[in-house]
């Protein structure tokens, strides 16, 4: 019994919020890295069992992709002290990530702050400490969000990048 639930909490884990999925072999794989000796056929028993406690749903596409139809759940729950973290790291980590890692987190960062509105004490904590910048305050250069979703996904997949810039007031780019 016990070696099935944590079959079936990793399985859990390994789902995608939609519109992302999940096919059978893939799940299959992370099972059986995580050390679980399971069949295709147990997994997909087990993901019929889960579809009816949680909201996850398989799509009619050949393979069968499966994915969260709501929010996962947080296994285990966030504490108020992890919440407080993961709410400071989304306030000042955000501009260095990429997009698509920022909206698979959202559902986290929505969680963590849930969490810290229903604890009073550390829930007010974002608003009594702030972090001040040592020197001058500089205005951020205006980003072309897409250029830098181009650049983060480049990073992410370790490829090299061919940009060519113009300085302020040039006009001719250079390499």
């Given at each position: 019994?016990?070696?099935?639930?944590?079959r079936?909490?990793?399985?859990?884990?390994?789902l995608?919020?939609?519109?992302?999925?999940?096919?059978?072999?893939?799940?299959?794989?992370?099972?059986?890295?995580?050390?679980?000796?399971?069949?295709?056929?147990?997994?997909?028993?087990?993901?019929?069992?889960?579809?009816?406690?949680?909201s996850?749903?398989?799509?009619?596409?050949?393979p069968?992709?499966?994915?969260?139809?709501?929010d996962?759940?947080?296994?285990?729950?966030?504490?108020?002290?992890?919440?407080?973290?993961?709410?400071?790291?989304?306030?000042?980590?955000?501009?260095?990530?990429?997009?698509?890692?920022?909206?698979?987190?959202?559902?986290?960062?929505?969680?963590?702050?849930?969490?810290?509105?229903?604890?009073?004490?550390?829930?007010?904590?974002?608003?009594?400490?702030?972090?001040?910048?040592?020197?001058?305050?500089l205005?951020?250069?205006?980003?072309?969000?897409?250029?830098?979703?181009?650049?983060?996904?480049?990073?992410?997949?370790?490829?090299q990048?061919?940009?060519?810039?113009?300085?302020?007031?040039?006009?001719?780019?250079?390499?």
């Open positions: 019994m016990l070696n099935t639930t944590l079936q909490i990793e399985i859990l884990k390994t995608p919020r939609f519109p992302r999925r999940i096919a059978v072999t893939g799940i299959l794989a992370r099972l059986r890295e995580a050390g679980h000796d399971v069949t295709v056929r147990t997994v997909q028993r087990d993901l019929l069992t889960l579809s009816e406690v949680f996850i749903t398989g799509d009619e596409q050949k069968q992709g499966w994915s969260w139809a709501g996962p759940i947080q296994i285990p729950a966030l504490d108020p002290q992890a919440a407080l973290a993961l709410t400071l790291a989304h306030s000042f980590l955000s501009p260095l990530m990429p997009k698509a890692t920022l909206s698979a987190l959202e559902p986290h960062f929505e969680a963590a702050q849930a969490v810290l509105n229903a604890s009073p004490r550390l829930g007010r904590w974002t608003n009594k400490v702030r972090v001040l910048p040592r020197g001058f305050h205005n951020p250069p205006k980003i072309d969000e897409e250029v830098q979703n181009v650049v983060y996904e480049a990073l992410f997949h370790e490829r990048l061919r940009i060519h810039y113009c300085r302020k007031g040039e006009t001719e780019a250079k390499e």
